[in-house]
T-cell receptor, first 111, second 114 residues
Framework: ETGVTQSPTHLIKTRGQQVTLRCSSQ?????VSWYQQALGQGPQFIFQ???????GRGNFPPRFSGLQFPNYSSELNVNALELDDSALYLC??????????FGAGTRLSVL | AQSVTQPDIHITVSEGASLELRCNYS??????LFWYVQSPGQGLQLLLK??????LVQGIKGFEAEFKRSQSSFNLRKPSVHWSDAAEYFC????????????FGRGTSLIVHP
């Protein structure tokens, strides 16, 4: 059974660019959630996808968008990057039972 | 809106000593409660969870937590800390029922002295 994997591990972008982060869910999990973790802070919930539909969204602007694919893998897209978008982005998968399994994250630096 | 407070940013203990990490929440009803641990450069690992029932919850790695409704608290404890327990610990709440929108505390950094 494979765990949650995220790619890339690290990423450097410049302000105004667009970025796509990827997540492969744990085998059999149909729900994926994305979080932003700024340095020294707890994770902030961005949104959740269940069976390819958005199932909940935190307080993030529309330039944060996502997709979930039929195989339940997922993407997080961020447009018009800002300096404050620099953070660790975490993906977590679950079977809809509130017990989430996290990936190691993607460290995004915006210069 | 729900909120989670972890009042201690850093806690330092000696190896072998007992540990208690505090977590208080604000929410209209009893939420689902979680403790996670994060080692440097890693994602979060679930230590334990409370949904309902027995208010003393056992988790992995020798951790336990007690839900106290009257105090809106869910403190994490371990009777004897090991050096490998040094990490960041996060408390989280999820509303019971309805859309899944979790709220995490800002975390407590545990430092273990030999």
């Amino acid at each position: 059974e494979t765990g949650v994997t995220q790619s890339p591990t690290h990423l450097i972008k410049t302000r105004g660019q667009q970025v796509t982060l990827r997540c492969s869910s744990q085998s059999g999990h149909n729900t994926v959630s994305w979080y932003q973790q700024a340095l020294g802070q707890g994770p902030q919930f961005i949104f959740q996808y269940y069976r390819e539909e958005e199932n909940g969204r935190g307080n993030f602007p529309p330039r944060f968008s996502g997709l979930q694919f039929p195989n339940y893998s997922s993407e997080l897209n961020v447009n018009a990057l800002e300096l404050d978008d620099s953070a660790l982005y975490l993906c977590a998968s679950s079977l809809g039972d509130n017990i989430q399994y996290f990936g190691a994250g993607t460290r995004l630096s915006v210069l | 809106a729900q909120s989670v407070t972890q009042p201690d940013i850093h806690i330092t203990v000696s190896e072998g000593a007992s540990l208690e990490l505090r977590c208080n929440y604000s929410y209209g009803a009893t939420p689902y409660l979680f403790w996670y641990v994060q080692s440097p450069g890693q994602g979060l690992q679930l230590l334990l969870k409370y949904f309902s029932g027995d208010t003393l919850v056992q988790g992995i790695k020798g951790f336990e937590a007690e839900f106290k409704r009257s105090q809106s608290s869910f403190n994490l404890r371990k009777p004897s800390v090991h050096w490998s327990d040094a990490a960041e610990y996060f408390c989280a709440v999820v509303p019971s029922g309805g859309s899944y929108i979790p709220t995490f505390g800002r975390g407590t950094s545990l430092i273990v002295h030999p």
